[in-house]
């Protein structure tokens, strides 16, 4: 039996436009994931403490107010602190083209903007995801 | 429908469509409006609407206001203009207003960064990478003198979008003015107010719902004695819109709000004409130009009918439902950002065509970032355009009578209806909003349309369709890091500066106040404001009396 | 099992692993939860069950505030249904907890409640010993009270919760049959509303014309408001008491030892229908049998006497 793919989806900073997040939250419920949603205002430390207790593989992060320079590789950064760094950190949102490299190199593995379809983020997830078998 | 022109329609049908339909199929089987709503192929008159035209349509002016709120609309003044800005620090909005000014925009609208509207200071831990992101960052009376610095506050109306916080902001404002000599009954504007939105769609609450309405009690009492011109609220459709709903749902859902703020404010012992006639609307301009303008005339006359009806409003201000517009973020796109020029110009044009009395268009950057100045006057040109060259503004309301939107702006009306209904059922929005109804209700709506844009049956050019491999424009505009670190000096060197003691009274005596329901806690905020106590301070009181709201989700 | 050492020193991702584990029914789970049962039987299960939107989460909120203000270290196991057609779930019951995120002495798990081997009910026993065993006082167990897995998870519970809210008067019809019976304390949440009090009494009658006389212990009535932060040290006080009484009258021993009971005789109906799949390739062969019963070529109650025959003939000796 193949172990389910546990994903986080999670809002940080302080910004409470959530259609994106639940949007994709609900997506991947429809393509089979187990999907944990901890709502909006998550700091860097309530979104890694949650990753950690619901072991999950990936934690996706959404964001529109442009804090996601300071807060996203502050989420990475603590999962390393706490020796959690095998889980995947992605993330979405209005974050100009410029931005995507600079975070790219601090950890967070994929950078979704708007229009992205979903089947990206699930090709992102599937070649990503262990494949540990039961 | 006639008689006989509902035979002509048959005749026509089987003698001429049908010939063509077998020979010519339509590009799609069924189409629908932006908001999905079946849209049929020809309108005709309807069977009553002759009749009752003095009833649903009227004059406007004249309730129930279908056709507008004044006379003359237009053809007398023209819409305010009123461009969104703010970012960074104090000084640096300041600049981007007086530009605006001189560019001819009529009245200024403030966006607060997240922490103020949040009522965090910008030393506050949870402030970190928020700081004059989304609008300017305010911790202090100081920030607010700089910000309104050289802007005569009798000569403009200022609209300000802060909710949760909404009184200490119109208290800070109140003491500039009166700092720059300008008495409190002559200052204009508006605070956004509108906390029921925020725990529906926006997201910046601070307290729960009973001293949420009881703030909002206390700014409508207060302004209605000392502030008579000041718009004290903004019962806001955008922000639901902007969260997926459909058209129907914005409105529904807004004047469902605003249902609950007049009975909230009843039952405190105000007179509905007392305050009614401040309350002021803020809605969406979508795509959908026809049914976007047929809402808006729905909206007006389902307002004007409950106000009269349910709350037994005597003035004609209390029935009017004025409103502002803007143009939806949530339709720019990140791709070929140049299209999103036009779409703002077809927004425009359905606010306009709809009776708006004021109008922010979006600037076409700003799926990506904020808007740089120059495509910000692009945006204000957009207006300029529509307001002196197309025309639209010649006469008023110009889409009447068209059988197509007349007959729109009934269904609309019949569905918010249905919407309106249910959440009475229930027991009212607060209710409604606990129980996670209204959310699930948007999120379903922008669930399916999301889903179809990616099924393709749903088009946005440059995105699903029409796209091309594009450059990412360069030169964005970007908030400097280390603005939080100038806010968390300048908050340093208030607390140095200013009376220690008194703030403290202020505090302490805020913090009774808020015990005591009966108190108005306008003139509390205003002592704690000109003590300097910062807005986290006020706002950290509150908290402590008032417990936190939590967010309250279906999913 | 390193893991193990892990587990009852408190490492929170040990913690999260073996849960994982255990959900997955991966390899290990066995030997790691043999390894721990050493290590369990000092915290106290609760469980909280109830319709949606009656405010579960949220009063285990308030309870863990009431808990960790008394020092007390706690887990919470929320389980959600999963999607009957795509097996995905959106699990979003912690979102009213995660105030509670960042505190060390509190442990949030989500859970889905289908597509484990074993069903859930299994999953979230196995979860409740590893939190035992990593030394949590408190364990609460939250699920929506419909259907047989929920009420498997909750008759796990050294105490159950039964929680409900006014404006449902007919479902308590509904209810008083199957998931009032296994409730010990009834909480009516939402106490500010109209019709809490009417449902207050009803509940009362139910429980009186259903009480059975025996000497089992009686079942208690709360009213709260955990939106509000009202009625909780009550309600509190009264989970504090039974547990005391549970454990004096022998009541508790006597639950857990039915859970052990259903525990252990599930394990025996799972691992002989395993042996008795693999002994007479049930999976391998099915389709051919089916094909003879439905075109009437095997008797299906004559088939399996033979096969049980067979497989006697095997193992029965002497």
Redesign the interface.
């Known amino acids: ?1 193949e ?2 793919t ?1 994903i986080e989806i999670a809002k940080p ?7 994106g997040a ?2 994709i ?19 860097p ?2 979104i890694v ?2 990753a ?4 999950v593989d990936f934690v996706g992060l959404s964001l529109l ?7 996203f590789p ?1 989420v990475v950064e603590l999962l390393k602190t ?3 760094e095998d889980i995947i950190v992605f993330g979405g949102g ?1 974050i ?3 931005d995507i490299e600079p975070l790219t190199k601090k950890g967070i593995q994929a950078i979704f ?3 992205t ?3 990206a983020v699930i090709d992102f997830i599937e070649s990503k995801k262990k494949t ?1 078998a ?1 | 429908m006639q008689e006989s022109i509902k035979n002509r329609k048959t005749e026509w049908e089987e003698s001429v469509l049908n010939k063509v339909l077998q020979k010519f199929p339509e590009r799609k089987e069924t189409f629908t409006t932006g908001s999905d709503k079946p849209v049929e192929r020809l309108y005709l008159p309807q069977e009553e609407s002759k009749g009752d035209y003095l009833e649903k349509l009227g004059f406007p002016g004249e309730y129930p206001y279908t056709r507008g709120v004044q006379p003359t609309m237009y053809r007398g003044r023209l819409w305010t203009m009123r461009q969104y800005a703010g970012f960074g620090t104090a000084e640096e909005s300041n600049e981007r207003y007086k530009y605006l000014l001189d560019q001819g925009q009529t009245g200024l609208s403030i966006a607060f960064d997240l922490p103020t509207q949040i009522g965090y200071d910008s030393d506050d831990p949870v402030s970190m990478g928020e700081v004059g992101k989304v609008g300017v960052a305010i911790d202090s009376l100081k920030d607010m003198e700089i910000l309104f610095s050289g802007i005569p506050l009798d000569k403009v109306s200022t609209s300000m979008t802060i909710n949760a916080p909404a009184a200490i902001l119109l208290a800070m404002y109140i003491a500039v003015a009166e700092k720059q000599g300008v008495t409190r009954d002559r200052i204009r504007g508006t605070i956004q107010n509108d906390i029921l939105k925020e725990y529906i769609a926006r997201g910046t609450y601070i307290f729960p719902p009973a001293p949420s309405m009881r703030l909002i009690n206390n700014t409508f009492e207060f302004c209605s004695k000392e502030v008579p011109k000041w718009n004290t609220i903004s019962i806001s459709g955008y922000h639901i819109r902007e969260a997926g709903s459909t058209a129907v749902q914005e409105i529904a859902f807004t004047i469902a709000d605003g249902i609950e703020y007049v009975r909230n404010a009843m039952s405190t012992g105000l007179d509905v004409d007392q305050f009614a006639g401040r309350l002021s609307f803020f809605f969406n301009a979508h795509n959908d130009l026809f049914e976007e303008a047929a809402k808006y005339r729905a909206a007006r006359r389902i307002w004007a009918r409950i106000m009269k009806e349910k709350f037994s409003a005597r003035k004609e201000k209390s029935m009017m439902m004025r409103f502002h517009t803007q143009t939806a973020g949530s339709t720019l796109t990140a791709q070929q950002p140049d299209n999103n020029v036009i779409r703002v110009t077809i927004q425009t044009l359905a606010a306009v065509l709809g009776g708006t009395q004021s109008l922010h268009t979006n600037s076409k950057d700003e799926a990506l970032a904020l808007p740089t100045e120059d495509s910000v006057r692009v945006a204000l040109r957009t207006q300029q355009i529509v307001a002196h060259e197309s025309g639209a503004a010649n006469t008023v309301d110009p889409l009447a009578g068209s059988y197509f939107v007349e007959q729109m702006t009934d269904e609309i009306e019949k569905e918010a209806l249905e919407y309106i209904e249910k959440i009475e059922k229930m027991g009212g929005m607060v209710r409604a909003i606990e129980a996670g109804y209204v959310q699930k209700e948007i999120q379903d709506s922008a669930y399916r349309y999301q889903k179809a844009v990616e099924k393709g049956e749903r088009i946005v050019v440059g995105v699903n369709k029409f796209t091309v491999e594009e450059e990412e424009p360069r030169g964005l505009l970007k908030v400097d890091p280390a603005l939080r670190d100038v806010q968390i000096k300048k908050i340093e060197e208030i607390k140095d500066s200013r009376d220690g003691s008194k703030v403290e009274a202020a505090l302490a005596a805020l913090k009774r106040g808020a015990a005591d329901e009966s108190v108005n806690l306008m003139p509390l905020i205003l002592d704690a404001v000109h003590a300097y106590a910062t807005l986290g301070e006020i706002t950290g009181v509150l908290r402590e009396e008032f417990g936190e709201y939590r967010e309250s989700i279906v999913l | 099992m390193e893991i193990v050492k892990g587990i009852v020193a408190g490492n929170i991702r040990s913690i999260a692993r073996a849960v994982s584990i255990v959900e997955n029914n991966m390899e290990g789970k066995e030997e790691l939860l043999d390894e721990l049962h050493t290590h369990t039987g000092n915290a106290v299960v609760w469980g909280i069950t109830g319709p949606p939107g009656a405010g579960k989460s949220t009063l285990a909120d308030r309870l863990i505030q009431k808990e960790r203000s008394e020092g007390k270290k706690v887990a919470v196991i929320a389980v959600d249904p999963s999607s009957p057609f795509t097996g995905g779930s959106l699990l979003g019951d912690r979102l009213r907890m995660q105030t509670h995120a960042t505190d060390p002495g509190v442990f949030i798990r989500s859970m889905a409640s289908r597509g484990h081997l074993g069903g859930i009910s299994t999953a979230a026993f196995d979860a409740v010993k590893i939190f035992d065993a990593a030394g949590y006082d408190t364990i609460m167990v939250e699920t929506i009270g419909v259907g047989q897995t929920e009420v498997e998870i909750i008759e796990l519970s050294d105490i159950v919760m039964l929680v409900l809210v006014p404006g449902m008067g007919d479902e308590i019809q509904a209810m008083k049959a199957g998931v009032m019976e296994i409730g010990d304390i009834f909480v009516v949440n939402k106490s500010d509303r109209e019709g809490a009090e009417r449902l207050k009494a009803e509940v009362e009658y139910v429980l009186m014309i259903s009480e059975k006389p025996k000497e089992s212990p009686q079942k208690k009535i709360c009213m709260t408001s955990a939106r509000d932060n009202t009625g909780i040290d009550e309600l509190h006080r009264i989970l504090q008491t039974k547990h005391t009484e549970d454990l004096k009258s022998g009541f508790l021993e006597e639950k857990r030892k039915h859970r052990l009971n259903k525990e252990l005789s599930n394990l025996f109906y799972l691992k002989t229908r395993e042996f008795l799949e693999e002994q007479l390739s049930i999976g391998a062969q099915m389709d051919t049998w089916i094909e003879g019963i439905y075109k009437k070529e095997i008797k299906p109650y004559k088939f399996i006497s033979e096969k049980m025959k067979e497989l006697k003939k095997e193992y029965v000796k002497g």
């Open positions: 039996m172990r389910k546990r900073g302080l910004d409470g436009h959530d259609r639940k949007y939250a609900r997506a991947l419920k429809d393509a089979g994931y187990e999907v944990i949603y901890t709502g909006i205002r998550q700091t430390e309530s403490a949650t950690i207790q619901e072991d107010s442009g804090a996601h320079n300071e807060l502050r706490e020796g959690a209005v100009p083209e410029e903007r708007p229009g379809p979903i089947s540990t039961a």
